[in-house]
């Protein structure tokens, strides 16, 4: 690796960090006093995209985590009765995750507000830049 790029994936992976830390850090969240963790907002954000949620074992392949780490985070969720598991009835080994009715508005008002929050860091951007930066981002092997 030439020096020049070195230099310029250590200021990327700065920047990286940067940019998600104060993300979260001007977040405000409207599920009131709960205290959920990056990756509890993440599941909801995950479980959100489609009617049937998401399976268990699909969590915890996103996060690289067991699927006993991702029981663990859900319990919280449950509990605060954010969302709800269900068993499948093709697979009955397998749970899936869903929003609770109760969460699906305030999650919608916090899904509003953290793309707000968000986009704001982007306004600059025309939006070639910003189709370029996401074909970019997107060839990015993790």
Do not use: W
């Amino acid at each position: 690796m030439t020096k020049n790029k070195q230099k310029l994936l250590q200021e990327l992976a700065i920047k990286s960090i940067e940019v998600i830390k104060n993300l979260h850090k001007k977040q405000k969240f409207p599920f009131g006093d709960l205290k959920l963790n990056r990756r509890q907002v993440m599941i909801l954000f995950l479980i959100a995209e489609t009617k049937q949620g998401k399976s268990v074992k699909d969590l915890a392949q996103f996060f690289k985590v067991t699927p006993g780490a991702i029981t663990q985070l859900i319990n919280v969720l449950v509990d605060y009765k954010l969302v709800c598991r269900y068993q499948d009835i093709q697979d009955r080994r397998s749970v899936h995750i869903i929003l609770s009715s109760s969460a699906k508005a305030r999650f919608k008002k916090f899904k509003s507000n953290y793309f707000n929050v968000f986009s704001a860091g982007f306004k600059d951007f025309k939006i070639e830049e910003l189709e370029n930066f996401t074909k970019l981002i997107r060839k990015i092997k993790i």
